[in-house]
């Protein structure tokens, strides 16, 4: 047997279970950094998702002490009422404001003769 070529295989060899080293390393470190990232947006996505149901469960509470219609009914009913209140004094200052022309007239025409 040659003592070179025994020298060259066993460098190929190494060079070659070298080379499956180095990617077996490479994939190991690459899975090791997606795995952390990974991890990283979980936790993220956990702080998020906690303040998100925080606000849920405040916006809850509010939307239980708020306002509805059946809380605004008897407002907008006394609103109808002083509404219609006014409709009806319009009509009633309308008609004086007509008698009071009419005074006027009789008064500037008729009544200064006397």
Known sequence: MNYDAAKFWFEVIVFCFNVALWLYVWRSNKDKATVDRIERLEEKHSRELTQ???????????????????????????????????????????????????????????????
């Open 52 to 114: 998100l149901r925080q606000t849920i469960a405040a916006m809850d509470s509010r939307l239980v002490q708020a306002i509805g219609h059946a809380d605004l009914a008897p407002i907008y009913n006394r609103l109808k009422d002083i509404g219609e209140s006014f409709a009806e004094m319009s009509g009633e200052f309308r008609a004086v404001k007509h008698q009071l022309t009419l005074i006027q007239e009789h008064l500037m025409n008729k009544g200064g003769k006397a």
